[in-house]
């Protein structure tokens, strides 16, 4: 029996390796709802501890926009035991790596250590969880920061502005009108009282999920988790807020913007469903279609063909309750704007007149399979995708099935999908000119 | 016994209704945690560096094999490892020749071999020194056989040619308005200048001069198995690796590549500043910066590598904490030594708001100094090393590390077991080679601060660091930028000329004009006269007398030009330069398009503006006074018979009042030597216009 059992396991041995194996986790809730999510991989003596909290920047009011970010540079200042200044250098010292982003949705904060600082990473989040230290010198200290960070990322770059303002036209009235950096009137604004009112509401262990990868014991990692994290008290629940968007004013939804630039540039968003939706997954797709390598539609006709432009892009940003296909394309020297918008446009009506073909479609699913493959490479991705996928779609076994998802979509699919989204109403335009273009104010 | 056992039941007790109670008010804070100790870790794990196998090809080129199997993906790299090329006046020829590699082979033209690389969802990217490539594991003989088909089969199409230096011109377009691509363009031309392969520019001129043949001779002389290396990562064994390099790389031939380039160490005694002026500049781009001798296999380098984690390493370096944490001057301030046998640099680098700027680089300044002065102590030289060994360790979850560091000890002569000792010889190092090495490559002989941002703002307060010296995008000389007083325009430098002849609206109403003016030059008498009726008639004759007499006549919409009384047949650009020239005051009529400010200059001792405008073709650019606001020259620049600029001033001097309208007096043409001096000798306002004139 063995022997003609061997080669039969060595086949399913060969025909497994060439899938990607399935990432193993366990998860459960603490009694104060903080949910903990726990990854097991011994390949290299690291651990990623991280926390996400469920609230970004559009849990916001208007008037205080930027404070989630804001409030997330706060949460590096120190905790009833941990000095200012030294939670950056704590976890240097260990060999760590530490960092935080703030998106429209969630907050997200993780340090990369070696295995045998699990402790320490636990004992550091919950600190940050439990008593941060939110005082003055720490605001206005970051208060200047963050507005170096705005300045450095977008007020001094070249087109950045188009992210605010892109959000702006496509979002009015809702907490997706700004942007996570927010205003800087809004940055002077912000008062400490504020801040710790948002850390009271905000910062719960029932709002949270603790996403740990790495080369943990999980036996003792849990125990950990409940001495560090078992004690913290649970908050009141957190509601995000349900966001209704009103249809875009056609006429409206076009800026013309006179920028530090050089090249034109143009930039189409059109709304899209939020990303749990199906539908969130064909408007990917087609963002695909439109700009994904050098044989897509877009960059084969536009910086191949006409030569038009220099670049062009198109991605989802895709966002918990809505999203945006965003186009962009920069104009060749002695090229227009004009051009630029007919040949997309163009390209867009495709999609909705024209169901894609076989070889088109087979290579978007060769395209899914390698992204596929390829994230979760590292125990610092896998940690947030798991607290990703538990907090958006209540299911962090999506790491291993969202595939499935992309896999049920159809041609057919994708052409009602553009049909349905890609519509004027939907549709906002930036037009990106050189300030020397900008007509006089005499 | 009795008693003690009593002892410990009420102590049990005790401790039962403490930790009840405890339970209960502190609602399940676990007791045992004490918040206030800082966990200590367990027990270390040791590092496991994966191995690398290696092979060699017949022709030379060197494999690099690391199998890794938790993903069913593969990598390769392939490194053609050369020294830096001279490139002269053609700066930008080894992007360009990268960029050919992709736009087709001989087998295969551009968009099939996107649509193959798109189908497989696998990314290659070609470049002039090497190539990459990644995709999955089933695709790894496609992936590599497109690779090497655009590797050694390019096929170099003069279309794809024209295409990329379009596509390069207009990237460069871009590139300048983005600071921090000004930045590195700055630094570079500055640390290493022109005669250095690290400081030839990219320029849309250099990109001019390229043919296609330089390509082809590039390629031709770079592009071999000699002294070039293929890592492979993934999930492929050695035995199928072997079978596909033969199979795809087995073929490849080309030249012995040249020998190394000498090692450049700089060469400034003295601290310098060098600003790009940035005028929509919200922050400054600080670079402090100099080459320094660092080849990579030098043993100083782990010494420097502690120096620099400490110095400005990340967020808990001495740069970060000072500028960011403790001043708030920035979102980032960090150093780096790059360690390069060609031209290695150090560089301190932070993005600051205008105002605080040169307040940053004084504290770079004092941490360079303070660092290379001063031992550092010993806590902060434990972080540095835990930070550096933790970074190690972190590395080592990318597979394609170990292949990185299997391709270093061969490209850089390294130790065989460098890496094995890599943390032996971290832990080793001392305080005291700290200040060595921080005093040898950070402070240096002379450091090259730059700047790119808002001169107006910050260049003043800069003197202090060393001699200014100022430079255009591409890090080109320049003089320095003019600063025009706030909310000055060219709309407005023209609207003060009018205000000071009496204003658009007194202007507008005079009804005609008759100026006669007469100049001698070497005893020959010159009478020019020009005649208005306003709105649309107007007269001016240039009357040189042995000569001749030109007239120039408009009548309505009707031009016409006359030689010594015979019409001059006319065509289109004539009409339009007589349109010009026979407007009494073209300032009436400027658009906002037409004009830019362009700088200050004195002009016979007084300051004056330089307003540049632009009609149809004609460029001129007129100088008016800043105090007064009248205007005080013309000129005009035209391209000579030997192809040099040559420029023609007119001077306006000697304002005074006729009739109530302020002209001037003298009207001066430098001719060589000489001046012309057209002096006016009869202005008639409102009145003495003979209408014959018009019918000439």
Do not use: C
Not at chain 2, 236 to 247: M, N
Not at chain 2, 568 to 576: H, I
Not at chain 2, 637 to 651: A, F, H, L, R
């Amino acid at each position: 029996m063995k022997q003609y059992l061997l080669p039969f396991a060595l086949l399913t041995g060969l025909s497994l390796s060439a899938q990607k194996k399935a990432i193993q986790f366990e998860e459960y809730t603490l009694d104060n709802g903080l949910h903990v999510i726990l990854h097991e991989d011994h390949t290299t003596p690291i651990v990623a501890v991280t926390v996400l909290y469920h609230v970004g920047s559009k849990n916001e009011v208007a008037g205080r926009t930027g404070f989630a970010h804001f409030f997330e540079h706060l949460l590096f200042e120190g905790s009833e035991n941990i000095g200012r200044g030294e939670y950056m250098k704590i976890i240097a010292k260990t060999g760590g790596a530490l960092n935080a982003n703030t998106t429209q949705d969630r907050t997200f904060y993780y340090e990369v250590l070696p295995s045998n600082q699990l402790e320490l990473g636990l004992w550091m989040e919950s600190e940050r969880m439990l008593h941060a230290k939110i005082n003055v010198e720490g605001v206005e200290t970051q208060r200047e920061v963050v507005k170096e960070e705005k300045r450095q990322r977008i007020d001094n770059q070249p087109y950045m502005s188009f992210q605010a303002k892109i959000f702006d036209h496509a979002f009015p009235g809702t907490p997706y009108e700004w942007v996570p950096i927010g205003s800087m009137d809004d940055l002077n604004a912000a008062q400490l009282s504020e801040f710790i009112d948002f850390y009271k509401k905000f910062y719960v262990p029932n709002n949270a999920t603790l996403s740990i990868a790495g080369d943990i014991d999980p036996k003792q990692a849990k125990k950990w988790i409940e001495m560090y994290f078992g004690g913290i008290p649970k908050g009141a629940p957190v509601v995000q807020p349900e966001l209704s968007i009103p249809p875009v004013n056609p006429g409206e939804n076009r800026e013309v913007v006179y920028d530090n630039i050089q090249l034109p540039g143009i930039f189409m968003g059109y709304r899209t469903p939020g990303q749990t939706e199906n539908d969130a997954y064909a408007v990917s797709m087609l963002a695909q279609v439109l700009a994904q390598g050098a044989s897509s539609r877009l960059y084969k006709r536009l910086v191949d063909e006409e030569q038009s432009a220099v670049t062009v892009v198109a991605f989802p940003y895709q966002l918990e309750k809505a999203g945006m296909l965003i186009s962009l394309a920069l104009a060749s020297q002695g090229h227009s704007i004009e051009e630029l918008e007919k040949s997309i446009l163009e390209e867009v009506e495709k999609l909705k007149s024209e169901p894609i073909g076989e070889r088109e479609f087979q290579k978007l699913q060769n395209q899914i399979e390698n992204g596929f493959v390829s994230s979760n490479s590292s125990m610092a991705g896998i940690a947030e995708s798991l607290a990703d996928y538990h907090t958006y779609y209540g299911d962090a076994n999506l790491i291993n099935t969202e595939i499935d998802r992309y896999r049920k979509i159809t041609p057919a699919d994708l052409q009602r999908v553009a049909q349905k989204y890609f519509v004027d109403a939907n549709k906002v335009v930036l037009e990106y000119r050189p300030n020397s273009e900008k007509p006089a104010e005499l | 016994m009795v008693k003690r056992i009593k002892n410990d039941r009420i102590q049990i007790m005790k401790n039962f209704f403490a930790s009840l109670a405890l339970a209960l008010f502190s609602l399940g804070l676990s007791a045992q945690v004490d918040r206030s100790v800082q966990p200590s870790a367990q027990k270390e794990k040791p590092l496991k560096i994966g191995k690398a196998e290696e092979f060699e090809l017949d022709n030379g080129l060197k494999v690099i094999v690391v199998t890794n199997k938790k993903l069913p993906r593969v990598n390769y790299r392939l490194v053609m490892n050369r020294k830096p090329y001279d490139l002269g006046d053609k700066a930008g020829l080894d992007e360009l020749l990268g960029g050919m590699l992709s736009e087709g082979t001989t087998t295969r033209t551009k968009a099939q071999l996107d649509e193959e690389i798109d189908f497989l969802g696998a990314q290659i990217n070609v470049s002039a020194n090497g190539a990459s490539a990644s995709g999955l594991s089933k695709s790894k003989e496609p992936i590599l056989a497109l690779m090497a088909d655009m590797m050694l089969r390019p096929a170099f199409s003069p279309e794809s040619f024209e295409k990329l230096v379009k596509q390069a011109k207009s990237g460069l377009d871009a590139e300048q308005e983005d600071p921090q691509a000004i930045s590195d363009k700055l630094s570079r031309s500055v640390v290493f200048g022109s005669k250095h392969p690290y400081g030839q520019i990219t320029t849309s001129e250099s990109i001019d001069r390229i043919q296609l043949e330089d390509i082809k001779a590039l390629y031709a002389r770079n592009t071999s198995p000699n002294e070039t290396y293929l890592a492979i990562v993934g999930d492929i064994s050695k035995k199928e690796a072997k079978k596909l390099v033969e199979k795809y790389f087995g073929n490849w031939s080309g030249p012995v590549v040249e020998q190394p380039f000498p090692m450049y160490t700089g060469g400034a005694k003295q601290n310098t500043v060098h600003i790009v002026n940035r005028e929509s500049s919200v922050q400054s781009n600080i670079n402090i910066t100099h080459a320094i001798a660092l080849p990579e296999e030098t043993d100083d380098h782990m010494a420097v590598r502690v120096m620099n984690q400490i110095l400005g390493g990340g967020s808990s370096g001495r740069l970060f904490q000072n500028l960011r944490e403790d001043k708030a001057y920035t979102y980032g301030a960090y150093s780096d030594v790059r360690a390069d046998r060609y031209g290695a640099e150090f560089s301190a680098t932070a993005e600051v708001r205008n105002e605080v700027t040169d307040s940053a680089i004084e504290q770079i300044m004092i941490e360079l100094r303070k660092i290379s002065e001063e031992p550092v102590s010993e806590d902060e030289l434990r972080l540095a090393k835990e930070s550096l060994k933790g970074a190690f360790g972190r590395s080592l979850e990318n597979p394609a590390t170990v292949a990185n560091f299997a391709l270093n000890v061969k490209r850089y002569n390294l130790a065989p077991d460098y890496y094995n000792n890599y943390l032996i010889k971290l832990e080793a190092i001392t305080a005291a080679d700290v200040q060595r090495v921080a005093k040898e490559y950070a402070t240096g002989s002379g450091l090259q601060i730059t700047a790119v941002g808002k001169a107006r703002d910050i260049a003043k307060k800069l003197e202090r660091f060393g001699p200014v010296s100022y430079y255009d995008f591409e890090g080109k000389p320049t003089d320095p930028p003019v600063e025009f007083p706030e909310g000055l325009t060219a709309e407005k430098v023209i609207e003060d000329y009018l205000l000071a002849l009496g204003g658009r609206q007194k202007l507008g109403a005079y009804k005609e004009l008759k100026l006669e003016r007469e100049a001698s030059i070497q005893g020959f008498s010159i009478k020019m006269t020009d005649a208005y009726v306003f709105p649309d008639k107007a007269y001016k004759s240039q009357d040189l007398g042995a000569f001749g007499k030109v007239e120039m006549i408009r009548k309505g919409s009707e031009y016409r030009m006359l030689q010594n009384g015979e019409a001059v047949p006319l065509e289109d650009a004539d009409r339009n330069d007589l349109k010009n020239q026979l407007q009494w005051l073209p300032e009436m009529n400027y658009t906002a398009a037409q004009l830019k400010l362009t700088g200050i200059q004195e002009v016979r001792g007084q300051k004056a503006y330089l307003v540049e405008i632009k009609t149809g073709e004609e460029t001129k650019v007129d100088f008016f006074d800043a105090t007064t606001g009248l205007k005080l020259r013309t000129q005009m620049s035209e391209t000579g018979p030997d192809g040099k600029d040559m420029v023609q001033n007119i001077d306006y001097l000697d304002y005074k009042l006729y009739d109530g309208l302020l002209l001037p007096e003298l009207i001066a043409v430098p001719m060589g030597p000489m001046n012309a001096e057209l002096k006016l000798t009869k202005a008639s306002v409102n009145k003495g216009v003979d209408r014959k004139v018009f019918d000439r």
